[in-house]
C-alpha cells in the first residue's frame, strides 16, 4: 500500500503545531521531494517564528503559503538549518504578492492596490495617480453595467444592502468583479460607448482611454489577461475660448491692497499671465522660489516632476515685490522663504479646488463668466505664439516635457497667425512686375 505524500500545508501545519520536530521535518522535506524555493517562503518563515527568532519579521499566514520563483530566493536557501535562510527579509515575500493573483478568483479592487503601488513607485505625481483611480473608478461602473444580464440585476444594485453607505453601487460592485471581467469582447469600443452615453466628450474619453491602456498592459505584462494591442488615436484638442482683451482689462484692475483675498487673486492673474504656469505649480511656490533681483522663477512643482528655473518679465516683478512686502514677511520684514506664496487667509498653503473658487469668485466680481485658471494658461501660450514667440522657448515656460504638446497650441491657434502671415510672408512683401498680361480667349466651336 503506497503512502500518500503530504502536502507543503500540512508537513507546514504539523511542525507549527509541534507534532513534528526539526529532525522529522528535514526528513519530510527530502521524503516528499519539496523544491527548496517553496521552503524559503514557508517552512523556514514559520520555523524561525516557532523558535522565536526575531530577526525574521511577522507575516500573515496568508503570506506565509506562497510560491517563491527560486531567483528570487537565490542561493540563500539551499538548505533548511541554513542561517541565512532563516533571516531572509519580509520584502521578498512582498515582492511576490503578483503571484497570489488569479484572474478568476482576484478582484478589480486588488489589480488597482498593485498597479497604484507600482505608479508611486515611479514617482508619478499625485495628480497622475488621482486620475488613474478617476479611471478605475469609471471602469468600474461601466464592468457592474456591462456585465449585469438586464436592467433587475442594475436595479439590483442599487437596492442591495450590501454597498456601503456613501459608495456609489455600480462601483461597489464593478470593484469585486474578478481581473477576468476584463477580458470580454470588444472592451475598449464598448467603454468608449459607456462613456459617450454619459455624455463624455472625445477628448475626455480618449482621456479615459490613455489610462485604460496603461491599466491593461500592465495586466497584461503581468500574465492575468491574454495580450493584444490596444490603439489609441491622438485627437488634437478643441479651440478654446480664450479671455478676451475686454476680459483681461476687467481682471487686471487693481484692488485694494488691504483686502488681502482680493488682491491676492488680482497677484494671482497677474502671475498667471506672466508664466503661464499650472494650478499645481502656483500653489506649491514658496516665497524662497521667487529671485526678484535675479528676475526667475524656480519652478519645483510641475506635471512632469522636472525642477526649472524661468525668467520673470519685468512687469511682475514690482507686483510679486509689493505682495511679499506686504503679506509674506515676518515682523522685521523679511520674506517668510519657507511658506507659501499664496496662502489663505490664515497663511496656509492653497489646494488646488480653494484656488479654482476663488479665481471664479474674482471673476464673476468683475464681470467675466469664465472661471477656468487653465483657460489663462491657453491664454499665456495664444498670446506667445501670434506674437511671434517660438515654441521651443514656450515649451520651457509652460514646464512641457514634450515639444509635440505645445506644437498643439501652435495648430490651436494657427488661424490667429493670419495678421502675421501678411506681415511677413515672403510672397506679400514681393513686388511682382509682370509683362502684358494674358487675355481670356473666346472659343468659337464649329457645329
Not at 478568483?105 to 508611486?120: D, H
Not at 512686502?325 to 515682523?331: N, P, Q, V
Not at 511671434?388 to 491657434?413: C, E, H, P, T
Request: aromatic content about 8%.
Amino acid at each position: 500500500m503506497s503512502v500518500k505524500k503530504k502536502s507543503l500545508e500540512e508537513i507546514a501545519k504539523d511542525y507549527k503545531d509541534g507534532k513534528i520536530s526539526e529532525k522529522e521535518l528535514k526528513e519530510e522535506i527530502e521524503k516528499n521531494n519539496i523544491s527548496d524555493d517553496v521552503l524559503a517562503a514557508n517552512i523556514i518563515h514559520l520555523a524561525s517564528n516557532q523558535r522565536g527568532i526575531k530577526s525574521v519579521p511577522q507575516v500573515d499566514d496568508s503570506k506565509v503559503l506562497m510560491h517563491v520563483k527560486h531567483e528570487v530566493i537565490d542561493e540563500e536557501v539551499s538548505e533548511i538549518g541554513n542561517k541565512q535562510a532563516r533571516k531572509i527579509p519580509e520584502f521578498n515575500l512582498k515582492r511576490k504578492s503578483k503571484d497570489l493573483v488569479d484572474k478568476m478568483s482576484t478582484p478589480m479592487w486588488k489589480l488597482e492596490s498593485l498597479f497604484i503601488n507600482e505608479q508611486e513607485a515611479r514617482r508619478n505625481s499625485i495628480y497622475t495617480i488621482k486620475h488613474y483611480q478617476r479611471t478605475f473608478k469609471k471602469l468600474y461602473q461601466f464592468l457592474a453595467f456591462v456585465t449585469a444580464n438586464n436592467e433587475e440585476d442594475i436595479n439590483a444594485m442599487y437596492d442591495s444592502d450590501k454597498v456601503p453607505e456613501g459608495t456609489e453601487p455600480l462601483v461597489f460592485f464593478g470593484r469585486n468583479l474578478p481581473i477576468s471581467a476584463l477580458e470580454i469582447d470588444d472592451i475598449q469600443k464598448q467603454f468608449g460607448d459607456y462613456l459617450e452615453e454619459e455624455g463624455a466628450n472625445e477628448q475626455t474619453i480618449l482621456s479615459y482611454f490613455r489610462d485604460f491602456k496603461a491599466i491593461m498592459y500592465y495586466a497584461m505584462d503581468n500574465g492575468w489577461i491574454k495580450s493584444y494591442r490596444i490603439v489609441v488615436k491622438n485627437k488634437e484638442p478643441d479651440v478654446k475660448q480664450v479671455y478676451t482683451e475686454a476680459e483681461l482689462k476687467k481682471l487686471l484692475v487693481k484692488p485694494n491692497i488691504d483686502n488681502f483675498t482680493e488682491y491676492r487673486n488680482w497677484v494671482i492673474i497677474k502671475y498667471l499671465l506672466a508664466t503661464g504656469n499650472r494650478v499645481q505649480t502656483i500653489v506649491n511656490l514658496k516665497v524662497g522660489d521667487i529671485d526678484l533681483e535675479e528676475g526667475y522663477v524656480n519652478i519645483n512643482t510641475q506635471k512632469n516632476k522636472t525642477t526649472t528655473r524661468i525668467a520673470l518679465v519685468k512687469q511682475i516683478i514690482p507686483v510679486l515685490d509689493e505682495y511679499i512686502t506686504a503679506y509674506r514677511t515676518d515682523e522685521e520684514g523679511y520674506p517668510l522663504n519657507d511658506d507659501y506664496l499664496f496662502c489663505n487667509r490664515f497663511g496656509e498653503q492653497l489646494t488646488p479646488g480653494g484656488l479654482q473658487s476663488a479665481i471664479a469668485e474674482y471673476n464673476h466680481k468683475r464681470g467675466v463668466q469664465k472661471t477656468s485658471i487653465h483657460l489663462v494658461r491657453h491664454t499665456f501660450a495664444k498670446k506667445w505664439i501670434t506674437s511671434g514667440g517660438d515654441i521651443a522657448s514656450l515649451q520651457k515656460m509652460l514646464g512641457q516635457s514634450s515639444i509635440a504638446v505645445v506644437q498643439r497650441y501652435a495648430n490651436l491657434y494657427s488661424s490667429d497667425v493670419k495678421a502675421k502671415a501678411q506681415e511677413h510672408a515672403v510672397l506679400a512683401n514681393t513686388r511682382i512686375n509682370s509683362g502684358e498680361t494674358l487675355k481670356r480667349k473666346t472659343i468659337r466651336r464649329k457645329n
